[in-house]
């Protein structure tokens, strides 16, 4: 059906997507978000293009820590009292930070 605004006739059957092609980008990035969340992670890892560093390969502080001291022939454990907490979710990476099998990378500026 028509609609009719003065002279101005339009077509009511206008899709939101035509008038707004940047919502088409919105739907077919939710539909891929969608499909990847369904996969199981060895799924994925099937349509990776490149090489990956997975998580699990990074040595927590903890980790890290000990083997250095192990390798010294130290005892850190006193080094680690009150920090386990932390030390035991953060790992240090220096590499291409793009090869990390992530679900997102930020970059927090100032």
Do not use: C
Not at 62 to 84: A, I, P, Y
Request: aromatic letters at 6%.
């Amino acid at each position: 059906p028509l609609v009719s605004l003065g002279n101005l006739q339009l077509k009511a059957a206008a899709s939101h997507t035509t008038m707004y092609p940047g919502n088409k980008r919105k739907k077919l990035w939710r539909e891929e978000k969608e499909r990847l969340l369904k996969m199981t992670l060895e799924e994925r890892r099937k349509e990776y293009f490149r090489e990956y560093v997975a998580l699990k390969t990074i040595p927590t502080w903890m980790e890290d820590l000990k083997s250095k001291s192990e390798s010294d022939g130290e005892n850190t454990k006193e080094d680690l009292q009150g920090k386990k907490s932390l030390s035991e979710k953060v790992s240090l990476y220096r590499g291409d930070i793009t090869l990390l099998e992530v679900d997102a990378i930020v970059n927090a500026g100032r």
